[in-house]
């Protein structure tokens, strides 16, 4: 079972969502939710291409929340590296 870890970034940037687009007080849980399937299947996320290779991702709680993470097979980690809003023109594009 992989251990999944959010670096600070990924905090930060969950933090700046929740307060510019009023997400409810239950968002950090709903991310959670969200993260624990990576624990049993680290590759569940599709890779992305280019200047992103090799970070995957996976949709949060909601479908424009992509959550971008790395998974470093040799130490059985998952980390969470930025959490965005793909509605967004600056989020990743694969």
Known sequence: MA???????????LTHLTAVLSLPQDTTDRVRRSLEPLADFPRLGAELGGRWAPVRFILGPWRWMLILYTYEEEADRVVIVTIQDARSGSAARG
């Open 3 to 13: 251990r999944v870890e959010l670096a600070a970034a990924a905090v930060e940037d």
